[in-house]
């Protein structure tokens, strides 16, 4: 009865108008379990992905109605906080992967950063400050290093 | 692939230091996905009535460390955001079961009123104001009951 | 420069549509520095009563926009949490005046309350649990009565 | 007595461990309405020249107590909701004024990006996407221009 290992619990993040390539990286992470903002763009292509992988996904929605989840949620968390869901979204997932992504996408970015949580970049932002090290994002080049980083990343985590 | 119908959530809500008797309500109330505050007392005796029944658990914990869910619950989401998770929990479910109880858990009670969420009692908080009718808390005598009744409520909801 | 006292603070929370009486018992509270939810109704009678005394008005907005603010608001915060603002107005006051009220106001005294902060209440819930003392609610009889056992509590925790 | 006017909000951003250029920056900063995280630093820092200039300062606490709040706030909003008020201090606010900074620093320019909310720079982040327009940070060169253009900027905004 008593789970002696909690799951790895995997973030993609990214915006809600994607490229379609951007989609299609999304689709391709998976993953165990997927926690993501659970609208479209981005969120709805790693939801769908997952859902294709026999994974769980995990939607922690902004709004007040659990009908703005997109269809491949699982478990839409209701939130009504806004924005501000995504200090929740990063805090609960073991390694966030940032796939393009706008102002929403940097604000997880920085979060997750803050946390501790480590983040795999694809094709998404890039942050420096002039005479400090860059941000600890660990930018990748294909879908498919993303997720093997995601993946390995999480489990040191676990 | 597309799911066609949203599931069933349930939450039970109470306090942390729940009688023998509120404990064992908690946990026979169980349900197919089972929200709650993810941390001890009668959350954690719903939590394992669920996993006994081979329900799913959700914990949307106050603070900022997943291990501080109990040991029964498979997803731990770290909201950071304190009591204000309250809002979180009964706008996620389709149904509140409230047993016994604190002053969160009259917080809990208030907010699935207000956002129209049907709240079951079993031994919880009686609330009214003179000169209004009674709030409409479906107050229940035994856990078999809150159970059937809270089943119910969430297909009516579906 | 450096202030060796921090201000009183109180809250003064209660429905949009309360009853002329309750709107004047709203605006007779006033208080040094008000804080509430910033929107119409009790909210907006008891800012109307502090700036005619010279006050200071807090609105915590669960919106996105300060256009929500009642016009009698100095401060308005924006915080686009929704109902989940309702733990930051109790937190942040030293004394809670609860005038009517509907669920919302329920929450809030049920998070004042374990919070720790004194609710003074005026028309509002009564809150009970079979076999426990009742909830430490202060009923009053009259605005003048509520505004002074508020800030005679306020005085005690500053 | 009814505003026609809202007041002018400037929120100062920035790190707990500032360098003591920055520190100084951030004091130069002042501002009628400053609103931050209420906490050291440049928060702090911020709040001490704010004061001098006979400003009102708010802080926007993400613990639960206000004891937390540095001594030059006159306002301490208790949110307990942590790292996720940065959403509330941006959203707050008419213009960002970023000094230095770390990750929640990041988060907030983030959030204000995404809100519309124009942002200020001195020797802060910087944020790029290949193949996108450069994020539309205002950077400066010293705290008086930096000043100067988030109180242009906030005036267009009122």
Redesign the interface.
Known sequence: ???RQ??L?IAVIGGSAPTAEEAAAAEAVGGA?LICGGRGGVMEAAC?GA??ASG?T?G?LPG?N?SEAN??V???????????????IT??AQVVVAI????????????A???GVPVVGL????????GHPP?PIIHTATPEEAAARALALARQKQ
Request: glycine fraction near 14%; avoid cysteine; charge should be positive.
């Open positions: 009865m008593r789970p909690r799951p619990i379990i769908r859902k294709s769980l995990i922690i007040t659990r269809s491949y699982d478990i839409p968390i209701v939130t009504g906080i806004g924005e501000a869901r995504n200090a929740i805090r609960t393009g992504g706008s102002y929403g996408t940097l604000s997880e970015i920085g979060f950063l803050g946390f094709g998404t932002w890039e942050v420096r400050r002039e941000a």
